[in-house]
């Protein structure tokens, strides 16, 4: 999860690691990135707005560099996101700020399946 928010990615992590999902924090674009390097990243959810990189660069580096990556995007104006940026950039959700945690979970749960 890669958000220049501490408290978002504390409370994403919290939401997710209590429900079996492994949560690995970066804390801009290039922290992210450099993780999914390292290996062992299903799914990179980033915020939209992150000074460094945006989400939307960061979306278009894992589409190049790993393209089975599967992503989400994190914001608070998702209903100003044109679908069709969303689709270009291979997202496969999008969680509107503020988040209930039922909704975290569907979205992910729609690509991933957590460890028991």
């Not at 999860?1 to 409370?11: F, G, H």
Request: charged share 20%; with cysteine.
């Amino acid at each position: 999860m890669i958000n220049d928010e501490p408290a978002v990615r504390t409370v994403l992590a919290e939401i997710l690691s209590g429900h079996g999902y492994t949560v690995v924090q970066a804390q801009n674009g290039p922290e992210g990135l450099a993780r999914c390097e390292a290996g062992g990243v299903d799914l990179v959810l980033t915020d939209i707005s992150m000074p460094e990189m945006s989400g939307w660069e960061v979306a278009a580096a894992c589409r190049t560099r790993f393209p089975s990556l599967r992503g989400g995007l994190i914001t608070g104006w998702g209903d100003q996101l044109d679908p069709a940026l969303i689709e270009r950039h291979h997202v496969q959700f999008v969680l509107v700020k503020p988040f209930m945690p039922s909704n975290v979970l569907r979205e992910i749960g729609k690509v991933l399946t957590p460890m028991p």
